[in-house]
């Protein structure tokens, strides 16, 4: 079964700080995602890559960085966290091939004050 | 506008009944594929079947099965002989190919109790 870790599981950040979530895949997947769940939006992309050393824009990138240094890691960073960023983020990743299905991360709950 | 839409946020069964989740998705692609996932409330999201564009089988997993009108833009899952453990969120979710690659977007999903 494939193993995508995220890090930290739950943080509390203070408005304006910056902060950054990892993640570490230890499957050879190509494709790494940042997804944010909110109550009544579901999940909502962020951030995708689908190699190392470039990422892609999501459906919602504002107020986000990503970067994908190697194949298994991938961080997503929020250089001035608000209270609107408070959510839970979903790492996924998958194969390269087209049919694959996602694997995902157990989620980091993140609380901006 | 939303492209994946699961216009039930939460549904509520007893044990042993069926369910039927709905969602719709809106895409201008010939091929792509949906899936449907599970969030147990451990925090971890669970696959649980897959349904090509390209296929008219009609995909089966367990206790679990989709019901796909592609001329709809339609994926229903049906979960049979349903068990208290069955309880969680439901998410709906489309990949398709875009210029950089392949996204997978999420519908809003629907919470599931099943009562004893």
């Known amino acids: 079964e494939a193993a995508v870790t995220q890090s930290p599981r739950s943080k509390v950040a203070v408005t304006g700080g910056k902060v950054t979530l990892s993640c570490h895949q230890t499957?050879?997947?190509?494709?790494m995602y940042w997804y944010r769940q909110d109550t009544g939006h579901g999940l909502r992309l962020i951030h995708y890559s689908y190699v190392a050393d470039s990422t892609e824009k999501g459906d919602i990138p504002d107020g986000y960085k990503a970067s994908r240094p190697s194949q298994e890691n991938f961080s997503l960073i929020l250089e001035l966290a608000s209270l609107s960023q408070t959510a839970v983020y979903f790492c996924?990743?998958?194969?390269?091939?087209?049919?694959?299905?996602?694997?995902f991360g157990h989620g980091t709950k993140l609380s901006v004050l | 506008a939303q492209k994946v839409i699961q216009v039930w946020s939460t549904a509520s069964r007893q044990e042993g009944e069926e369910l039927t989740l709905d969602c719709s998705y809106e895409t201008s692609q010939v091929l792509y594929h949906l899936f449907w996932y599970k969030h147990l409330l451990s925090g971890e999201m669970v696959f649980l079947i897959r349904q090509m564009s390209s296929s008219t089988a009609k995909e089966r997993s367990g206790r679990y099965s989709v019901v796909f009108q592609k001329s709809l833009k339609s994926i229903s899952l049906v979960i049979s002989a349903l068990q208290p453990d069955d309880s969680g969120k439901y998410f709906c979710a489309l990949w398709e190919l875009q210029t950089g690659g392949y996204k997978v977007v999420f519908g809003s999903g629907t919470r599931l109790l099943v009562s004893p």
């Open positions: 499957n050879n997947h190509d494709y």
């Open positions: 996924a990743s998958s194969e390269r091939s087209s049919n694959e299905r996602l694997f």
